[in-house]
Structure formats: C-alpha cells, structure tokens
C-alpha cells in the first residue's frame, strides 16, 4: 500500500508559480511511475503530467507544456510539479497518483493522494 500527500497548494496572482509536493508513504516509489492530475469544479479529471520511475521520461499535457515541471526525488520519495506562468484556467484540485507496472498495463494508477487546491487570480 502506498500512501501519498500531497501539498504546496494555494492562492496565487495570474503568471505566478507554485510548487507542489507528493510524498509518499509506504512503500518506496523508486518502482513507480508517477502522475499529476487536475479536477476543476464541474469538470473531469484531467491528467497534467507524468514522470517515469527513473526520471529519464516525462510527459505532459499540451496546456501546460513549457509552463509545468515535473521531478522525482526518490531518495526522499517524493515527486514535484513545478507550475510556472499560472493561468486563471490552471484554478483546480491536483492529484498526485502512482502507477506500478500492472496498472500501467491497465491503464490504471493504483494509489491516489486526496489532492491540494491551487487557486490562480485573474
């Protein structure tokens, strides 16, 4: 079982940044692939971007590609996303999630964090 929490999560001015934080709990996430995800009121949950196990490949949503980071340090076991440029349209609940090899298979991740609120201002 693993455990994840998020955090960073807050109230910022249009073209700020954040940084939020998944850490986990558990079970090492070295064996992970892992993903961050967005839900807006009214809307589905979207995914925003993913990291593999070792880092070396990242993948992105085309709305926030060139303004998003996403990184692991899985020494401490935790995983980032560093959000530039923020937009009014970027205001949701995110999501950390970990994926393990059978749920990729599936399409599936397997663990959830209960997601931290980031709000931009116009």
């Known amino acids: 079982q693993v455990q994840l929490v998020e955090s960073g999560g807050g109230l910022v001015q249009a073209g700020g940044s954040l940084r939020l934080s998944c850490a986990a709990s558990g079970r090492t996430l070295s064996s992970y692939r892992m993903g961050w995800f967005r839900q807006a009121p009214g809307t589905e949950r979207q995914f925003v971007a993913a990291?593999?196990?070792?880092?070396?490949?990242?993948r992105y949503a085309d709305s926030v590609k060139a303004r998003f980071t996403i990184s692991r340090d899985n020494a401490k076991n935790t995983v980032y996303l560093q959000m530039n440029s923020l937009k009014p349209e970027d205001t949701a609940v995110y999501y950390c999630a970990a994926q393990s090899s059978a749920g990729r298979v599936q399409g599936v991740y397997d663990y959830w964090g209960q997601g931290t609120q980031v709000t931009v201002s116009s």
């Open positions: 990291i593999s196990w070792s880092g070396g490949s990242t």
